[in-house]
């Protein structure tokens, strides 16, 4: 196998699903989409870069509230539409406070553990 860059099929939409993985426990922190510009980006810099489909724009994770993503690695799903960034989180993954953005079952419990007040961190 030699090593040349995987084609990645971003389609029409021109975005990926990246899934990220805490690197050491194996978590599942978050999922969202991705770019090229956001793939070179976190290529380039080794920071978690994302497309935000609700701001129309590409964000760094972590830029604003502190807490980052190094990316570790990041791996291709057998298509090559899906990535998996194997990061080092720092702080909480999630918006609202938690770990990971899966912090409660779809009954509604809640399972993951909130680690800053999202209030002390965003002004929305």
Same mark, same amino acid.
């Given at each position: 196998?030699?090593?040349?860059?995987?084609?990645?099929?971003?389609?029409?939409?021109?975005?990926?699903?990246?899934?990220?993985?805490?690197?050491?426990?194996?978590?599942?922190?978050?999922?969202?989409?991705?770019?090229?510009?956001?793939?070179?980006?976190? %290529?380039?810099?080794?920071?978690?870069?994302?497309?935000? %489909?609700? %701001?129309?724009? @590409?964000?760094?994770?972590?830029?604003?509230?502190?807490?980052?993503?190094?990316?570790?690695?990041?791996?291709?799903?057998?298509?090559?539409?899906?990535? @998996?960034?194997?990061?080092?989180?720092?702080?909480?993954?999630?918006?609202?406070?938690? %770990?990971?953005?899966?912090?409660?079952?779809?009954?509604?419990?809640?399972?993951?553990?909130?680690?800053? !007040?999202? !209030? !002390?961190?965003?002004?929305?």
């Amino acid at each position: 196998m030699d090593n040349a860059d995987v084609e990645l099929a971003f389609g029409e939409q021109e975005r990926l699903p990246a899934v990220a993985q805490d690197a050491t426990s194996g978590a599942v922190l978050m999922l969202a989409f991705v770019t090229r510009e956001a793939v070179e980006r976190t %290529r380039e810099t080794g920071r978690a870069h994302y497309y935000s %489909r609700s %701001r129309d724009e @590409l964000w760094e994770k972590g830029a604003s509230s502190g807490h980052t993503q190094t990316v570790e690695e990041i791996r291709v799903d057998c298509d090559g539409d899906s990535l @998996l960034y194997l990061v080092e989180q720092e702080g909480g993954a999630c918006h609202t406070g938690y %770990r990971s953005c899966f912090y409660r079952t779809i009954d509604g419990e809640v399972v993951g553990e909130q680690v800053f !007040d999202p !209030d !002390d961190v965003y002004d929305e």
